[in-house]
């Protein structure tokens, strides 16, 4: 028997109405947790939670917000203390690609990536650390890739970006072993998701996989569920020894451990 305790538990989930974190809002549900997603479209949003919610057979709330904004967090915060009485695990998922050359990339850029990726994380857990102190622990888990590592050039301002929330990862994971908070990231390579669905534009997205696929060591792209096992089972009783890691999940692609 290989239970994960997550029954019962309370998690926010950013950027959980697409992709990789619709994955792990599913996993979650499907463990036992009442979950909240938040996004910034609010019909999509809503009709995501109603469908994991009825995949599941579990609530799953659905909060409108953007990550890059502070007082958005602040409201999903508190509707979901409101809603469930605290927060037991936070996945700071939401983003989007920002990839271009120093010379393509203007100061607007940079400040939005900085925003939405590094700020979006800061402020949700400066806000859910002190709930989870209250409550005995937690755990969070941060989505970087694995370019926050070993950036390749034009990659610009993402890789920069990532590359902070690997160090806010170790750094609050130090600082908040003495709570019992857990703070780990999964640096992230390819992996399908809405996001390559719309580069595909009216291309076939399989079409578009197997050309990523090329460069994966493993041989193909990885799938959303992938990484929502891994950040289930880092978030879960199964991985209370484990934090301040980054673990890839990226079929080898990675240059670096
Ligand atoms: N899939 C990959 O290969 C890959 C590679 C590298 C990194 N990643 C990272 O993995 C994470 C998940 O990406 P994905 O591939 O699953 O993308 P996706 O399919 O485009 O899903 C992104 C989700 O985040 C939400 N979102 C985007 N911006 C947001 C904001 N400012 N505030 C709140 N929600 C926001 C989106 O909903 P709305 O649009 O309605 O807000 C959607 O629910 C992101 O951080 C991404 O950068 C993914």
Redesign the pocket.
């Known amino acids: 028997m290989f239970e994960l305790g997550l029954e019962g538990k309370i998690a926010i989930v ?8 619709r994955a792990t809002a599913e996993r979650l549900a499907g463990e036992g947790a009442s979950v909240v997603i ?4 609010a019909d ?2 809503r009709r995501a939670a109603k469908d994991i919610s009825s995949q599941t057979g579990r609530e799953v709330l659905g909060v409108r ?4 904004v502070a007082s958005d967090i602040d409201e999903l915060i508190r509707v979901t203390v409101d809603r469930y009485g605290g927060v037991d695990i936070l996945v700071n ?5 920002s990839a271009a050359g120093l010379e393509e990339t203007d100061d607007a850029e940079w400040q939005a990536d900085f925003d ?1 990726k590094v700020m979006g994380a800061v402020r949700a857990c400066r806000q859910v650390i002190p709930i989870m102190r209250g409550r005995g622990g937690g755990a969070i888990v941060n ?1 970087t ?1 694995i370019g926050g590592k070993a950036p390749p050039g034009k990659a610009l301002p993402t890789t920069v970006s990532r590359a902070a929330g690997i160090n806010l990862t170790k750094s609050l994971a130090n600082e908040y072993a003495v709570d019992a908070i857990r703070v780990n990231t999964v640096c ?1 390579g ?2 399908k ?4 669905v719309r580069r595909a534009g009216n291309k076939d997205p399989e079409e578009l996989y197997r050309e990523l696929s090329k460069q994966v060591p493993l041989g193909r792209v990885g799938e959303a569920e992938e990484y929502a096992d891994l950040v289930t089972f880092l978030v879960s009783d199964r991985a209370a020894y484990i934090t301040g890691v980054a673990v890839n999940v990226d079929g080898g692609l990675s240059s670096t451990v």
């Open positions: 950013t950027g959980g109405s697409d992709g990789l974190g938040c996004a910034r479209r999509h949003l917000a953007d990550v890059s998922n939401a983003g989007k690609s939405l989505a890739i992230i390819l992996l998701s809405e996001q390559w």
